[in-house]
């Protein structure tokens, strides 16, 4: 029995596969994985690798492209068929993909955008979970890890509605997956950045100073204490929030403008 449990302890992420890895976010993770010596597989609905390219001549470890529409389930069982066939069963589901729904009044959010954003952050991550999770089970051993959002820390945030949404439906599954699972060595956590030091969050909030974002460094430093770390055996379940001192500040004197019918300001 002892010696079940240090070998269950010693295991490590071999496989892993990150939908949304073609991102800025997604292409660090991408790159901290390959570090850890890992096989990576990244499917894009987009079939744009551009910021991997550099990576395939770094690493020793491989990475596997493959272009596929992940919002259809019948696209992603066939994909991580073609996985589980060439190099083996995924050890650790990392799902970086999303949409960005943008700053709206919650009435004034349409059909569309709540569709979107569920299909993207819900639906899209629950087929990959239906097709990880029974080789996961089999070997007894699997990481699951969604990215969330720290919005969710303040109740109702204003304008911030369709992305909270989606990311508390994100964040409940997350939770049953590893009540579910986790008698069977599976472990599912989220990561919950407030806004992240991306060229895009950087064109949202012009002039704000770096020091109040969160670094993407931090992202992938803690998904590597949860697949590396002896640590991250013991988080089951969580929700992990990233937000820089400065940047908690800034999100509690950008709720009170808003309360106050500010709606338009640079932080």
Not at 60 to 83: G, R, V
Not at 99 to 119: F, K, N
Request: glycine share 8%; charged share 20%; aromatic share 8%.
């Amino acid at each position: 029995m002892v010696q079940s449990l240090l070998l269950q302890q010693e295991k490590t992420p071999q496989i892993v596969i990150v939908p949304g890895g073609t991102g800025q976010i997604g292409s660090k993770v991408v790159e901290m994985f390959l570090g850890q010596g890992a096989d990576v597989v990244v499917p894009s609905l987009s079939g744009n690798f551009s910021r991997l390219c550099g990576l395939l001549e770094r690493y020793t470890a491989d990475l596997h492209l493959q272009k596929c529409d992940y919002k259809q389930d019948s696209e992603t069982d066939t994909l991580i068929k073609s996985i589980n066939d060439k190099i083996g069963s995924i050890d650790a589901l990392i799902y970086c993909a999303g949409v960005w729904s943008g700053h709206q009044l919650l009435h004034e959010v349409t059909y569309a955008t709540v569709r979107d954003s569920l299909i993207c952050e819900v639906e899209s991550f629950l087929n990959f979970v239906r097709a990880v999770l029974p080789g996961m089970a089999e070997k007894e051993y699997g990481r699951i890890i969604a990215m969330g959002t720290y919005s969710l820390s303040t109740p109702g945030k204003p304008y911030l509605g369709i992305h909270r949404l989606s990311k508390s439906c994100l964040e409940e599954a997350i939770k049953t997956i590893d009540n579910e699972q986790g008698y069977n060595g599976v472990s599912a956590n989220m990561i919950a950045p407030s806004i992240v030091c991306t060229d895009t969050e950087k064109k949202l909030y012009p002039g704000i100073d770096e020091k109040n974002l969160v670094p993407i460094s931090a992202i992938t430093e803690c998904m590597k204490m949860l697949c590396y770390s002896h640590v991250g055996q013991y988080l089951h379940g969580q929700t992990i929030g990233l937000c820089s001192p400065w940047g908690r500040y800034l999100m509690q004197q950008e709720l009170d403008l808003k309360q106050r019918g500010c709606a338009e300001f640079n932080l």
